[in-house]
């Protein structure tokens, strides 16, 4: 179970922020706050894309470069 590294109260376990939504909005105020976690969310978006992209890409890479190494 996670918990918020400030009050130890308990995180959702899929929340990309180790901290509540109260103690962040406490340390960056509520704007930067929601900046913060937009961004924390975005970035876990694209390393999911990345994971997910990756194997397709790299069974087709060897396949072309064989082509092109016979011309
Ligand atoms: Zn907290």
């Known amino acids: 179970m996670r918990k918020c590294i400030y009050c130890s109260c308990e995180v959702g376990h899929d929340s990309v922020i180790d901290f509540c939504e109260r103690c962040g909005t406490n340390v960056w105020g509520e704007k930067m706050f929601?900046?913060?976690?937009?961004?924390?969310?975005?970035?876990?978006?694209?390393?999911?894309?990345?994971?997910?992209?990756?194997?397709?890409?790299?069974?087709?890479?060897?396949?072309?470069?064989e082509n092109s190494e016979f011309r």
């Not at 975005?42 to 992209?53: G, I, P, Q, V, W």
């Open 34 to 65: 929601r900046t913060i976690v937009q961004n924390m969310e975005n970035a876990r978006d694209n390393e999911d894309l990345c994971s997910t992209n990756m194997p397709s890409n790299s069974a087709e890479q060897p396949i072309e470069g």
